[in-house]
Each structure stands twice: as C-alpha cells, then as structure tokens.
Nanobody, 122 residues
Framework: QEQLVESGGGLVQAGGSLRLSCAVS????????MGWFRQAPGKEREFVAF????????YYVDSVKGRFTISYDYAKRTMSLQMNSLKPEDTAVYYC???????????????WGQGTQVTVSS
C-alpha cells in the first residue's frame, strides 16, 4: 500500500497556478510532520515547504514565499501545495515527504511519494 501519493502536476505557462495534492495514509497523517521538496534536472533535491502535524508551524524556502501555500485537508487526509505566480525556475519533480529526521529543511525524511512533474514554460 502506497503511503504518500502525489497528484496535480502538469504543464503551465509562467504566471499561472497549479495545486499539488498528496494523499496520505492514516498512520502517517496522524503521526508525522510533512513537507514538500523538489528536484530540477541536474540539481539536488531541495526543500520547498514544511507543515507540522498540528498545522501550526509552517515554513517555506525564500524563493517561494508569498507564492506557494502549504496546507492540510483533514477531511480528505491530504496535504496540498498551492502554487501561484509560477516561474520557469519552479520546473522540477515535486515530492511530498513525512517524518523529518534531521530538521525540516534537510531531505532526511522517512517517507516519500513517487513525485509529480511540474513544468513551467516561459
């Protein structure tokens, strides 16, 4: 059984919006903090956003502040990333992750989704 499943990626023009969703298994949703990461071609995976299990602590990488919003939908048991004002440099495979082991910004999370491609054309 897959524990984290991303959806919502696609191709969008610069300035457009996309909403990524991560369907989360019940045990992970109830037990762990979560985050979004991305990996562009030829680059290392980088932190994008973090949300604590309670939802009270939220952090973003500087490059997406004011444009991206991370949130939970408790009824649907999903975590989302609303991405507005997209730029070509946002192009990457986006991953949801759970259970940070070494701080929320490092990619040492226990659980990972398979990733979803986001492509922003100029």
């Amino acid at each position: 059984q897959e524990q984290l499943v991303e959806s919502g990626g696609g191709l969008v023009q610069a300035g457009g919006s996309l909403r990524l969703s991560c369907a989360v298994s019940e045990d992970i949703f109830n037990g762990y903090d979560m985050g979004w990461f991305r990996q562009a071609p030829g680059k290392e995976r980088e932190f994008v956003a973090f949300i604590s299990r309670s939802g009270r602590s939220i952090y973003y990488v500087d490059s997406v502040k004011g444009r991206f919003t991370i949130s939970y939908d408790y009824a649907k048991r999903t975590m989302s990333l609303q991405m507005n004002s997209l730029k070509p440099e946002d192009t990457a495979v986006y991953y949801c992750a759970a259970d940070p082991l070494l701080g929320y910004e490092t990619d040492a999370y226990t659980f990972w989704g398979q990733g979803t491609q986001v492509t922003v054309s100029s």
